[in-house]
């Protein structure tokens, strides 16, 4: 299916454990984004990518790892889950026309829980 | 560090009422960008203002960017049922590429 997918959809974990979270797109978009979600907090930006193997930090990048090997993944891996780490993580990709125009797509999150 | 700030935070109100959601900054900004998210699922885009002082319409959605790209609103006329969900504004710097930087959005719940 084309589009944006993430997986899996809902994860708990325990602290201290790496989890790793996908992110999968179809249209061969430069651009990649992790983003948390967080009530109070908006829309936080964890890492992102401008092409493969290019991959630069946001705002909130501690704890964090990411690589991107290939242009249409963009996985995130959590090293040592902590209970901070809960929260619903999205996804995004944008293509490369005019950067003040550009849309981007997101994945429908991945709802993680570390206990 | 929250770059642009969304109010109000949550709007409960009856189907019929009009709406306005404010997003600031003191940031200038190379375009804003409205999304709108429905509960387990992801930001959808609505619009995106580039110019200073434009104004798009969306069916009874209307978007105004500030005349000096520091700020945007959104306003409903006539709000229904469907217009219920998370309203977000998103803000591209120049200095900052692709990344959008986003509002803490506002939450509208539109009754019967």
């Known amino acids: 299916d084309a589009g944006i997918t993430q997986s899996p959809r809902y994860k708990i974990t325990e602290t201290g454990r790496q989890v790793t979270l996908m992110c999968h797109q179809t249209?061969?978009?430069?651009?990649m984004f992790w983003y948390r979600q967080d009530l109070g907090h908006g829309l936080r930006l964890i890492y992102y990518?401008?092409?493969?193997?290019?991959?630069d930090k946001g705002e909130v990048p501690d704890g964090y790892v990411v690589s991107r090997s290939k242009t249409e993944n963009f996985p995130l891996t959590l090293e040592s889950a902590t209970r901070s780490q809960t929260s619903v993580y999205f996804c995004?990709?944008?293509?490369?026309?005019?950067?003040?125009?550009?849309?981007?797509?997101f994945g429908q999150g991945t709802r993680l829980t570390v206990v | 560090t929250q770059l642009l700030e969304q109010s109000p935070q949550f709007l409960s109100i009856q189907e019929g009422e009009n709406l306005t959601v404010y997003c600031n900054s003191s940031s200038v900004f190379s375009s804003l960008q409205w999304y709108r998210q429905e509960p387990g699922e992801g930001p959808v885009l609505l619009v995106t203002?580039?110019?200073?002082?434009e104004v798009k319409k969306l069916k009874r959605l209307t978007f105004q960017f500030g005349d000096a790209r520091k700020d945007s609103s959104l306003h409903i006329t006539a709000a229904q049922p469907g217009d219920t969900g998370l309203y977000l504004c998103?803000?591209?710097?120049?200095?900052?590429?692709?990344?959008?930087?986003f509002g803490k959005g506002t939450s509208l719940l539109v009754t019967p």
């Open positions: 995004a990709s944008t293509g490369t026309g005019e950067v003040y125009n550009t849309e981007a797509f």
């Open positions: 998103a803000g591209l710097l120049s200095n900052s590429g692709y990344a959008l930087n």
């Open positions: 249209w061969s978009h430069s651009y």
């Open positions: 990518s401008a092409a493969a193997d290019i991959t």
């Open positions: 203002v580039v110019t200073g002082g």
